[in-house]
Protein backbone atom coordinates (compact mmCIF):
# COMPACT_ATOMS: atom_id res chain seq x y z
CA UNK A 1 0.00 0.00 0.00
CA UNK A 2 2.92 2.05 0.95
CA UNK A 3 4.54 1.66 -2.87
CA UNK A 4 0.98 2.31 -4.34
CA UNK A 5 1.06 5.78 -2.78
CA UNK A 6 4.65 6.59 -3.29
CA UNK A 7 4.33 5.68 -7.08
CA UNK A 8 1.07 7.84 -7.28
CA UNK A 9 3.19 10.49 -5.58
CA UNK A 10 6.19 10.70 -8.07
CA UNK A 11 3.37 10.40 -11.27
CA UNK A 12 1.68 13.20 -9.86
CA UNK A 13 4.95 15.77 -9.52
CA UNK A 14 5.98 14.52 -13.10
CA UNK A 15 2.45 15.50 -14.57
CA UNK A 16 3.26 18.96 -12.61
CA UNK A 17 6.72 19.09 -14.23
CA UNK A 18 5.38 18.33 -17.46
CA UNK A 19 2.03 20.71 -17.42
CA UNK A 20 4.84 23.70 -16.88
CA UNK A 21 6.67 23.27 -19.62
CA UNK A 22 7.40 26.07 -21.95
CA UNK A 23 6.81 26.18 -26.10
CA UNK A 24 9.50 26.28 -28.00
CA UNK A 25 8.52 29.28 -30.06
CA UNK A 26 10.23 30.40 -33.36
CA UNK A 27 9.41 33.65 -36.11
CA UNK A 28 11.76 35.58 -38.95
CA UNK A 29 12.23 39.48 -38.38
CA UNK A 30 10.65 39.79 -41.44
CA UNK A 31 8.51 37.76 -44.01
CA UNK A 32 8.97 38.79 -47.27
CA UNK A 33 12.08 39.23 -49.15
CA UNK A 34 12.86 40.40 -52.47
CA UNK A 35 16.53 39.58 -54.63
CA UNK A 36 17.94 40.81 -57.62
CA UNK A 37 17.78 38.69 -60.83
CA UNK A 38 21.84 38.50 -60.67
CA UNK A 39 21.14 36.58 -57.61
CA UNK A 40 23.57 36.83 -54.46
CA UNK A 41 23.18 35.98 -51.20
CA UNK A 42 21.24 37.85 -48.08
CA UNK A 43 21.55 37.66 -44.64
CA UNK A 44 17.75 36.66 -42.22
CA UNK A 45 17.28 37.02 -38.25
CA UNK A 46 16.06 34.00 -36.74
CA UNK A 47 13.84 34.26 -33.40
CA UNK A 48 13.84 31.25 -31.26
CA UNK A 49 13.86 29.84 -27.73
CA UNK A 50 14.52 26.44 -28.68
CA UNK A 51 15.88 24.04 -31.71
CA UNK A 52 14.42 24.81 -34.96
CA UNK A 53 15.33 22.98 -38.62
CA UNK A 54 14.64 24.92 -42.26
CA UNK A 55 12.70 23.64 -45.02
CA UNK A 56 12.83 25.25 -48.54
CA UNK A 57 10.77 24.75 -51.53
CA UNK A 58 12.91 26.19 -54.26
CA UNK A 59 15.78 24.27 -55.90
CA UNK A 60 17.35 27.67 -56.98
CA UNK A 61 17.77 28.77 -53.03
CA UNK A 62 20.15 27.84 -50.20
CA UNK A 63 19.90 28.09 -46.58
CA UNK A 64 22.32 27.96 -44.63
CA UNK A 65 22.50 27.01 -41.42
CA UNK A 66 19.46 24.19 -42.15
CA UNK A 67 19.00 23.77 -38.09
CA UNK A 68 19.97 25.15 -34.82
CA UNK A 69 19.37 26.50 -31.48
CA UNK A 70 18.38 29.65 -30.19
CA UNK A 71 18.52 33.00 -32.09
CA UNK A 72 20.16 32.84 -35.46
CA UNK A 73 21.49 34.84 -38.73
CA UNK A 74 20.37 32.57 -41.70
CA UNK A 75 22.46 33.26 -44.96
CA UNK A 76 19.99 32.64 -48.19
CA UNK A 77 22.09 32.13 -51.31
CA UNK A 78 20.12 32.75 -54.81
CA UNK A 79 21.49 31.32 -58.35
CA UNK A 80 21.11 34.19 -61.22
CA UNK A 81 17.41 34.10 -62.61
CA UNK A 82 18.10 33.83 -66.77
CA UNK A 83 14.69 34.11 -67.39
CA UNK A 84 12.05 36.88 -67.98
CA UNK A 85 9.72 36.13 -65.35
CA UNK A 86 10.02 36.65 -61.61
CA UNK A 87 10.29 33.71 -59.48
CA UNK A 88 9.31 32.91 -55.49
CA UNK A 89 10.27 30.62 -52.72
CA UNK A 90 8.64 30.18 -49.26
CA UNK A 91 11.26 29.32 -46.47
CA UNK A 92 10.07 27.93 -43.31
CA UNK A 93 11.67 26.95 -39.84
CA UNK A 94 10.13 24.31 -37.46
CA UNK A 95 10.49 24.05 -33.77
CA UNK A 96 8.27 21.07 -32.16
CA UNK A 97 5.69 23.32 -31.27
CA UNK A 98 5.44 26.42 -34.11
CA UNK A 99 6.38 26.87 -37.23
CA UNK A 100 7.48 30.32 -39.19
CA UNK A 101 6.97 30.98 -42.70
CA UNK A 102 8.83 33.95 -44.62
CA UNK A 103 8.21 34.41 -48.31
CA UNK A 104 10.69 35.55 -51.19
CA UNK A 105 10.80 36.79 -54.69
CA UNK A 106 13.55 36.73 -57.01
CA UNK A 107 13.41 39.71 -59.81
CA UNK A 108 13.11 38.92 -63.63
CA UNK A 109 16.00 39.24 -65.77
CA UNK A 110 16.28 42.47 -67.23
CA UNK A 111 17.95 43.05 -71.15
CA UNK A 112 20.15 45.97 -71.52
CA UNK A 113 22.49 47.93 -74.46
CA UNK A 114 23.30 51.07 -73.58
CA UNK A 115 26.56 52.71 -75.74
CA UNK A 116 28.75 55.84 -75.21
CA UNK A 117 28.99 58.11 -76.50
CA UNK A 118 25.97 58.76 -78.12
CA UNK A 119 27.32 61.63 -80.75
CA UNK A 120 31.11 61.49 -82.22
CA UNK A 121 31.93 64.72 -84.06
CA UNK A 122 35.24 65.06 -86.22
CA UNK A 123 37.13 67.02 -88.82
CA UNK A 124 37.87 66.85 -92.70
CA UNK A 125 40.89 64.18 -91.88
CA UNK A 126 38.62 61.64 -89.96
CA UNK A 127 40.19 59.78 -86.85
CA UNK A 128 39.75 56.83 -84.67
CA UNK A 129 37.30 56.94 -82.16
CA UNK A 130 36.66 54.81 -78.89
CA UNK A 131 33.18 53.58 -78.27
CA UNK A 132 31.78 51.95 -74.78
CA UNK A 133 29.35 49.18 -75.38
CA UNK A 134 27.06 47.99 -71.51
CA UNK A 135 25.03 44.86 -72.73
CA UNK A 136 24.21 41.33 -71.55
CA UNK A 137 22.64 40.76 -74.86
CA UNK A 138 23.70 40.01 -78.88
CA UNK A 139 24.25 42.50 -81.05
CA UNK A 140 25.99 43.20 -84.10
CA UNK A 141 27.31 46.73 -85.44
CA UNK A 142 25.67 48.38 -88.22
CA UNK A 143 28.13 51.03 -89.85
CA UNK A 144 27.83 53.57 -93.43
CA UNK A 145 30.36 52.69 -96.23
CA UNK A 146 32.58 55.82 -94.62
CA UNK A 147 32.86 54.43 -90.99
CA UNK A 148 34.31 51.29 -90.08
CA UNK A 149 35.07 49.16 -86.65
CA UNK A 150 37.07 46.25 -84.79
CA UNK A 151 33.98 44.63 -83.95
CA UNK A 152 31.08 43.62 -86.09
CA UNK A 153 29.28 41.73 -83.01
CA UNK A 154 29.44 40.64 -79.67
CA UNK A 155 27.66 40.06 -76.45
CA UNK A 156 28.14 41.43 -72.92
CA UNK A 157 30.29 44.41 -72.15
CA UNK A 158 32.59 45.52 -75.26
CA UNK A 159 34.85 48.47 -76.49
CA UNK A 160 34.93 49.13 -79.81
CA UNK A 161 37.30 51.38 -81.88
CA UNK A 162 35.30 53.12 -85.20
CA UNK A 163 37.17 54.86 -87.89
CA UNK A 164 36.00 57.50 -89.67
CA UNK A 165 37.41 58.09 -93.23
CA UNK A 166 38.82 61.19 -94.21
CA UNK A 167 36.83 63.40 -96.96
CA UNK A 168 38.42 63.96 -100.34
CA UNK A 169 37.65 66.88 -102.65
CA UNK A 170 38.16 70.83 -101.91
CA UNK A 171 34.37 70.82 -102.50
CA UNK A 172 32.58 67.91 -100.70
CA UNK A 173 29.93 68.36 -97.98
CA UNK A 174 30.13 67.74 -94.34
CA UNK A 175 28.06 64.01 -93.85
CA UNK A 176 26.67 62.49 -90.71
CA UNK A 177 24.69 59.25 -89.93
CA UNK A 178 24.07 56.73 -86.94
CA UNK A 179 26.15 53.56 -86.28
CA UNK A 180 23.99 51.07 -85.12
CA UNK A 181 24.18 48.51 -82.14
CA UNK A 182 21.77 46.13 -81.67
CA UNK A 183 19.19 43.49 -82.37
CA UNK A 184 15.98 42.95 -83.41
CA UNK A 185 14.67 43.56 -79.90
CA UNK A 186 17.32 46.09 -77.61
CA UNK A 187 19.74 48.72 -79.34
CA UNK A 188 21.28 52.04 -79.13
CA UNK A 189 23.31 54.16 -81.97
CA UNK A 190 26.06 56.52 -81.99
CA UNK A 191 25.14 59.57 -84.25
CA UNK A 192 28.69 60.47 -86.09
CA UNK A 193 29.05 63.97 -87.33
CA UNK A 194 32.29 64.71 -89.94
CA UNK A 195 32.24 68.37 -90.85
CA UNK A 196 34.75 70.03 -93.49
CA UNK A 197 37.46 71.80 -92.38
CA UNK A 198 38.06 75.41 -93.57
CA UNK A 199 41.26 75.56 -96.01
CA UNK A 200 42.97 78.04 -93.97
CA UNK A 201 46.22 79.92 -96.23
CA UNK A 202 49.96 80.10 -95.91
CA UNK A 203 52.34 82.39 -96.49
CA UNK A 204 56.10 83.10 -96.04
CA UNK A 205 58.60 86.11 -96.06
CA UNK A 206 60.66 86.54 -97.84
CA UNK A 207 60.07 84.46 -100.65
CA UNK A 208 63.69 84.33 -101.73
CA UNK A 209 67.25 84.05 -99.85
CA UNK A 210 70.28 84.34 -101.03
CA UNK A 211 73.27 82.91 -99.39
CA UNK A 212 77.14 83.49 -100.08
CA UNK A 213 79.59 80.89 -100.84
CA UNK A 214 80.95 80.39 -97.59
CA UNK A 215 77.68 80.12 -96.16
CA UNK A 216 75.22 81.70 -92.97
CA UNK A 217 72.24 81.53 -91.74
CA UNK A 218 68.83 83.50 -92.41
CA UNK A 219 65.43 83.70 -91.16
CA UNK A 220 62.00 83.57 -92.79
CA UNK A 221 58.61 84.43 -91.36
CA UNK A 222 55.53 82.10 -91.44
CA UNK A 223 51.88 83.22 -91.69
CA UNK A 224 49.30 81.50 -91.53
CA UNK A 225 46.42 80.23 -88.73
CA UNK A 226 47.09 76.78 -89.53
CA UNK A 227 49.29 73.69 -88.43
CA UNK A 228 52.33 73.72 -91.13
CA UNK A 229 55.52 71.43 -92.05
CA UNK A 230 58.63 72.33 -94.02
CA UNK A 231 60.48 70.03 -96.58
CA UNK A 232 63.39 70.39 -98.34
CA UNK A 233 64.90 67.83 -101.03
CA UNK A 234 68.80 68.74 -100.33
CA UNK A 235 71.40 67.79 -97.69
CA UNK A 236 72.92 71.03 -97.54
CA UNK A 237 70.13 72.83 -96.23
CA UNK A 238 69.16 72.45 -92.51
CA UNK A 239 66.12 74.21 -90.99
CA UNK A 240 65.70 74.95 -87.67
CA UNK A 241 62.24 73.53 -87.17
CA UNK A 242 60.06 71.48 -89.95
CA UNK A 243 56.51 71.71 -88.63
CA UNK A 244 54.37 74.56 -86.43
CA UNK A 245 51.62 75.76 -85.55
CA UNK A 246 50.31 79.52 -86.41
CA UNK A 247 52.68 82.38 -87.38
CA UNK A 248 56.18 80.89 -87.00
CA UNK A 249 60.49 82.05 -87.72
CA UNK A 250 62.25 79.27 -89.03
CA UNK A 251 66.61 79.83 -89.18
CA UNK A 252 67.85 78.71 -92.52
CA UNK A 253 71.30 77.36 -92.57
CA UNK A 254 73.52 76.98 -95.51
CA UNK A 255 77.25 75.70 -95.13
CA UNK A 256 80.21 76.74 -97.37
CA UNK A 257 79.50 76.14 -101.20
CA UNK A 258 82.23 73.40 -102.00
CA UNK A 259 81.45 73.82 -106.25
CA UNK A 260 82.76 77.12 -108.47
CA UNK A 261 78.65 77.02 -109.52
CA UNK A 262 75.44 78.77 -107.96
CA UNK A 263 73.47 76.17 -106.23
CA UNK A 264 69.95 76.74 -105.71
CA UNK A 265 66.72 74.63 -104.42
CA UNK A 266 62.99 75.33 -102.58
CA UNK A 267 61.69 74.62 -99.34
CA UNK A 268 57.92 73.68 -99.19
CA UNK A 269 56.04 74.72 -96.86
CA UNK A 270 52.71 73.16 -96.45
CA UNK A 271 49.52 74.19 -93.90
CA UNK A 272 47.35 71.27 -92.62
CA UNK A 273 44.98 72.24 -95.37
CA UNK A 274 47.39 71.05 -98.22
CA UNK A 275 48.02 74.71 -99.15
CA UNK A 276 51.76 75.63 -100.06
CA UNK A 277 54.06 78.49 -99.97
CA UNK A 278 57.33 78.21 -101.65
CA UNK A 279 61.20 79.43 -100.15
CA UNK A 280 63.68 80.11 -102.98
CA UNK A 281 67.17 79.66 -102.30
CA UNK A 282 70.29 80.65 -103.90
CA UNK A 283 74.05 80.41 -102.74
CA UNK A 284 76.84 81.90 -104.64
CA UNK A 285 79.55 79.93 -106.34
CA UNK A 286 82.89 79.15 -104.52
CA UNK A 287 84.76 82.22 -105.51
CA UNK A 288 87.79 82.02 -108.28
CA UNK A 289 91.42 83.07 -106.46
CA UNK A 290 92.44 86.12 -107.23
CA UNK A 291 92.79 89.51 -105.31
CA UNK A 292 91.13 92.72 -104.67
CA UNK A 293 92.58 95.63 -102.43
CA UNK A 294 91.23 99.10 -101.72
CA UNK A 295 93.08 101.97 -99.60
CA UNK A 296 92.39 103.39 -97.47
CA UNK A 297 89.68 101.38 -95.72
CA UNK A 298 87.54 104.61 -93.70
CA UNK A 299 87.23 108.10 -94.69
CA UNK A 300 86.24 111.52 -92.30
CA UNK A 301 84.47 114.19 -93.91
CA UNK A 302 83.09 117.45 -92.25
CA UNK A 303 79.53 118.65 -92.08
CA UNK A 304 79.97 120.94 -95.36
CA UNK A 305 81.11 117.26 -97.07
CA UNK A 306 83.31 117.05 -100.43
CA UNK A 307 85.48 114.59 -102.07
CA UNK A 308 88.18 112.38 -101.81
CA UNK A 309 89.88 109.87 -103.94
CA UNK A 310 90.09 106.23 -102.88
CA UNK A 311 92.62 103.37 -104.79
CA UNK A 312 91.60 99.79 -106.05
CA UNK A 313 93.51 96.76 -107.09
CA UNK A 314 92.41 93.93 -108.72
CA UNK A 315 92.85 91.52 -111.57
CA UNK A 316 89.57 91.45 -112.28
CA UNK A 317 86.27 93.54 -112.60
CA UNK A 318 85.00 94.78 -110.13
CA UNK A 319 81.74 96.98 -108.99
CA UNK A 320 81.04 99.44 -105.74
CA UNK A 321 77.50 99.82 -104.05
CA UNK A 322 76.57 102.80 -101.92
CA UNK A 323 73.35 102.93 -101.43
CA UNK A 324 73.15 105.80 -99.14
CA UNK A 325 71.54 109.27 -100.70
CA UNK A 326 74.04 111.52 -99.14
CA UNK A 327 77.31 110.29 -100.94
CA UNK A 328 78.08 109.31 -104.27
CA UNK A 329 80.99 107.24 -105.67
CA UNK A 330 82.27 107.29 -109.66
CA UNK A 331 83.08 105.48 -111.48
CA UNK A 332 80.45 102.64 -109.89
CA UNK A 333 82.35 99.70 -111.76
CA UNK A 334 85.82 99.06 -113.74
CA UNK A 335 88.22 96.61 -114.40
CA UNK A 336 91.66 96.08 -112.62
CA UNK A 337 93.60 99.07 -110.90
CA UNK A 338 91.87 102.43 -110.86
CA UNK A 339 91.33 105.73 -108.97
CA UNK A 340 87.41 106.32 -107.62
CA UNK A 341 85.91 109.52 -105.90
CA UNK A 342 83.71 109.54 -103.20
CA UNK A 343 81.66 112.96 -102.76
CA UNK A 344 79.59 113.35 -99.41
CA UNK A 345 76.62 116.08 -99.11
CA UNK A 346 76.50 118.48 -96.48
CA UNK A 347 75.28 117.17 -93.03
CA UNK A 348 71.91 118.68 -91.71
CA UNK A 349 71.31 116.54 -89.04
CA UNK A 350 72.36 117.38 -85.22
CA UNK A 351 74.44 114.08 -85.39
CA UNK A 352 77.07 112.44 -86.66
CA UNK A 353 76.33 109.93 -89.80
CA UNK A 354 78.36 107.08 -91.21
CA UNK A 355 77.54 104.59 -94.64
CA UNK A 356 79.91 102.05 -96.02
CA UNK A 357 80.54 102.13 -99.98
CA UNK A 358 81.39 97.97 -100.78
CA UNK A 359 83.57 97.10 -103.22
CA UNK A 360 83.33 93.80 -105.02
CA UNK A 361 85.23 91.70 -107.53
CA UNK A 362 83.38 87.95 -107.61
CA UNK A 363 83.23 86.76 -104.36
CA UNK A 364 85.67 89.25 -102.66
CA UNK A 365 84.52 91.66 -100.80
CA UNK A 366 86.00 95.30 -99.29
CA UNK A 367 83.97 97.37 -96.45
CA UNK A 368 85.01 101.16 -96.86
CA UNK A 369 83.43 103.29 -93.87
CA UNK A 370 82.30 106.43 -94.71
CA UNK A 371 82.27 108.89 -91.13
CA UNK A 372 80.52 112.42 -91.88
CA UNK A 373 80.43 115.22 -88.64
CA UNK A 374 76.94 116.05 -87.22
CA UNK A 375 75.37 119.63 -89.10
CA UNK A 376 73.28 121.43 -86.70
CA UNK A 377 69.41 121.02 -87.51
CA UNK A 378 67.01 119.61 -84.47
CA UNK A 379 66.22 115.68 -84.62
CA UNK A 380 63.13 114.66 -85.21
CA UNK A 381 60.96 111.42 -86.08
CA UNK A 382 57.39 111.31 -86.49
CA UNK A 383 54.94 108.74 -87.44
CA UNK A 384 52.12 108.90 -90.32
CA UNK A 385 49.29 108.30 -88.71
CA UNK A 386 50.43 108.18 -85.11
CA UNK A 387 47.88 106.28 -84.49
CA UNK A 388 46.26 103.30 -86.12
CA UNK A 389 42.81 101.10 -85.31
CA UNK A 390 43.01 97.73 -87.08
CA UNK A 391 39.96 95.18 -87.35
CA UNK A 392 40.34 91.60 -84.94
CA UNK A 393 41.57 90.07 -87.91
CA UNK A 394 45.02 91.74 -87.99
CA UNK A 395 46.85 91.48 -91.08
CA UNK A 396 49.51 93.59 -93.13
CA UNK A 397 49.34 97.06 -92.04
CA UNK A 398 51.40 99.89 -94.42
CA UNK A 399 53.39 102.43 -92.19
CA UNK A 400 55.34 105.73 -93.01
CA UNK A 401 57.69 107.05 -91.12
CA UNK A 402 59.38 110.71 -91.31
CA UNK A 403 62.87 111.68 -89.79
CA UNK A 404 66.37 113.19 -90.37
CA UNK A 405 68.46 110.48 -87.92
CA UNK A 406 69.35 107.19 -87.54
CA UNK A 407 66.31 104.85 -86.07
CA UNK A 408 65.71 101.72 -85.28
CA UNK A 409 62.04 99.95 -84.40
CA UNK A 410 60.38 98.04 -81.53
CA UNK A 411 57.04 96.65 -81.30
CA UNK A 412 54.22 94.43 -79.15
CA UNK A 413 54.72 90.89 -79.51
CA UNK A 414 51.57 90.74 -81.63
CA UNK A 415 52.74 92.92 -84.10
CA UNK A 416 55.62 91.73 -85.99
CA UNK A 417 57.53 94.37 -88.34
CA UNK A 418 57.82 92.50 -91.72
CA UNK A 419 60.68 95.32 -94.44
CA UNK A 420 62.85 96.78 -91.90
CA UNK A 421 64.03 97.29 -88.10
CA UNK A 422 66.49 99.88 -88.57
CA UNK A 423 66.83 102.79 -90.81
CA UNK A 424 68.00 106.59 -91.44
CA UNK A 425 65.43 109.34 -92.83
CA UNK A 426 62.15 109.07 -94.42
CA UNK A 427 60.86 105.48 -94.65
CA UNK A 428 57.73 103.06 -95.12
CA UNK A 429 57.54 99.84 -93.88
CA UNK A 430 55.03 97.18 -93.33
CA UNK A 431 53.77 95.17 -90.10
CA UNK A 432 51.47 92.44 -89.59
CA UNK A 433 49.43 92.18 -86.40
CA UNK A 434 48.58 88.64 -85.36
CA UNK A 435 44.38 87.50 -85.09
CA UNK A 436 42.91 88.75 -81.98
CA UNK A 437 41.18 85.56 -80.20
CA UNK A 438 39.55 87.35 -77.34
CA UNK A 439 36.42 89.65 -77.23
CA UNK A 440 38.33 92.36 -75.48
CA UNK A 441 40.00 95.20 -77.71
CA UNK A 442 43.81 95.75 -77.15
CA UNK A 443 46.61 98.21 -77.58
CA UNK A 444 49.64 97.95 -78.48
CA UNK A 445 52.81 99.88 -79.96
CA UNK A 446 55.80 100.76 -82.38
CA UNK A 447 57.98 102.47 -81.09
CA UNK A 448 60.73 104.20 -83.14
CA UNK A 449 64.31 105.18 -81.16
CA UNK A 450 67.23 107.11 -81.96
CA UNK A 451 70.15 105.38 -79.84
CA UNK A 452 67.75 103.61 -77.37
CA UNK A 453 65.81 107.00 -76.53
CA UNK A 454 61.99 106.72 -77.93
CA UNK A 455 61.48 109.80 -79.93
CA UNK A 456 57.98 108.77 -81.83
CA UNK A 457 55.37 105.98 -80.55
CA UNK A 458 52.52 104.88 -83.11
CA UNK A 459 49.77 103.38 -81.38
CA UNK A 460 47.57 100.47 -82.61
CA UNK A 461 44.21 99.79 -81.40
CA UNK A 462 43.09 96.19 -82.08
CA UNK A 463 39.33 95.25 -81.96
CA UNK A 464 38.48 92.18 -79.89
CA UNK A 465 37.01 89.16 -81.71
CA UNK A 466 32.79 89.33 -81.72
CA UNK A 467 30.89 86.32 -84.10
CA UNK A 468 28.91 87.17 -86.90
CA UNK A 469 26.24 85.67 -88.38
CA UNK A 470 23.15 87.19 -90.55
CA UNK A 471 20.92 86.27 -93.12
CA UNK A 472 19.68 88.59 -95.79
CA UNK A 473 16.11 86.86 -95.84
CA UNK A 474 14.63 86.41 -92.42
CA UNK A 475 10.96 86.31 -93.64
CA UNK A 476 9.48 84.56 -97.00
CA UNK A 477 6.31 84.77 -98.64
CA UNK A 478 6.49 81.83 -100.86
CA UNK A 479 3.68 81.36 -103.95
CA UNK A 480 1.08 78.66 -103.84
CA UNK A 481 3.58 77.02 -106.52
CA UNK A 482 6.58 76.81 -104.63
CA UNK A 483 9.30 77.96 -106.00
CA UNK A 484 13.24 78.54 -104.76
CA UNK A 485 15.12 81.28 -102.59
CA UNK A 486 18.74 82.28 -102.19
CA UNK A 487 19.90 83.82 -98.70
CA UNK A 488 23.25 84.91 -98.32
CA UNK A 489 24.74 84.56 -95.75
CA UNK A 490 27.40 87.02 -93.33
CA UNK A 491 29.42 84.94 -91.16
CA UNK A 492 32.95 84.56 -89.46
CA UNK A 493 32.15 80.90 -87.97
CA UNK A 494 30.76 78.10 -89.74
CA UNK A 495 27.25 77.53 -90.01
CA UNK A 496 24.56 75.05 -90.57
CA UNK A 497 20.72 74.96 -92.10
CA UNK A 498 18.05 73.04 -89.89
CA UNK A 499 14.25 72.43 -90.53
CA UNK A 500 11.59 70.30 -89.56
CA UNK A 501 9.04 71.01 -92.09
CA UNK A 502 8.94 68.05 -94.98
CA UNK A 503 7.72 70.53 -97.68
CA UNK A 504 10.50 73.13 -97.37
CA UNK A 505 14.49 71.92 -98.80
CA UNK A 506 17.91 73.54 -98.33
CA UNK A 507 20.62 73.49 -99.93
CA UNK A 508 23.37 73.40 -99.18
CA UNK A 509 22.67 72.70 -95.45
CA UNK A 510 26.03 74.08 -93.90
CA UNK A 511 29.19 76.48 -94.42
CA UNK A 512 31.55 78.39 -93.47
CA UNK A 513 32.01 82.40 -93.01
CA UNK A 514 29.94 84.49 -96.04
CA UNK A 515 27.85 82.17 -98.61
CA UNK A 516 24.34 81.16 -99.72
CA UNK A 517 22.21 78.38 -99.37
CA UNK A 518 18.79 78.08 -101.66
CA UNK A 519 15.73 77.31 -100.03
CA UNK A 520 13.34 75.54 -101.87
CA UNK A 521 9.33 75.24 -100.99
CA UNK A 522 7.20 72.75 -102.43
CA UNK A 523 3.98 73.69 -104.19
CA UNK A 524 0.69 73.35 -102.30
CA UNK A 525 -1.27 70.28 -101.90
CA UNK A 526 -4.10 71.92 -100.11
CA UNK A 527 -5.85 75.09 -99.58
CA UNK A 528 -5.20 75.82 -96.28
CA UNK A 529 -2.08 78.23 -95.25
CA UNK A 530 1.12 77.23 -94.00
CA UNK A 531 4.44 78.03 -92.08
CA UNK A 532 7.72 76.61 -91.11
CA UNK A 533 10.69 77.40 -89.88
CA UNK A 534 14.46 77.25 -91.03
CA UNK A 535 17.28 77.53 -88.14
CA UNK A 536 20.24 79.38 -89.13
CA UNK A 537 22.80 78.09 -86.45
CA UNK A 538 26.44 79.29 -85.70
CA UNK A 539 29.60 77.20 -84.43
CA UNK A 540 29.54 80.04 -81.37
CA UNK A 541 25.59 79.39 -80.58
CA UNK A 542 24.52 82.14 -82.83
CA UNK A 543 20.94 81.73 -83.91
CA UNK A 544 18.54 83.56 -86.62
CA UNK A 545 14.88 82.05 -87.45
CA UNK A 546 13.72 82.22 -91.05
CA UNK A 547 9.91 82.12 -91.67
CA UNK A 548 8.45 80.82 -94.63
CA UNK A 549 4.54 81.41 -95.20
CA UNK A 550 2.65 79.97 -98.04
CA UNK A 551 -0.37 80.96 -98.93
CA UNK A 552 -3.28 79.54 -101.73
Not at 111 to 131: A, D, H, M, R, W
Not at 470 to 496: D, H, K
Request: overall charge negative.
Amino acid sequence: MKNLKYLLFVAAVAFAIVGCRKPVDVSFAVTTQEMEAAGGSVEVVLNSNGEWTIESTAEWLTVSPMSGSGNATLTLTAQANATEDSRSAQIKAITKDNAATMNLTQNALEYYLTVSPKVIQCGSNGGEFTVSVSSNVDWEVGLPQWISSTVTHGSDNATVTLTVMPIDGEMADSREADVFFGNSSYGDKVHVIQTVDPILSIDVRPKNLEFVSAGETKSVFVFTEDSWSATVDVDWVTLSKTEGQGNGEVSVTLGENPEYVQRQTTVVFTSGGNMTAILSISQEALPDPHFLEVSPLSFQFGNEGGEQSMTIGCDDAWTIDASNDWLTVTPMTGTGNATVTIGVNPNTLLEPRMAYVIVKSGDLVQEVMVNQAAGDTPLFVGFEPDTLYVSYSGGIQHLELTSNTTWQLQASEWINLLNTTTGEGDASFDIVVDFNENSEDRIGYVNAKHNGQIMATMIIVQEGWYSILEASLTEIEARPEGGEYVIQVTANQSWSVNTTENWIHCTPNSGFSNGEFTITVDAMEGVRPRMGRIKLGGSTGDQVMIMVNQHP
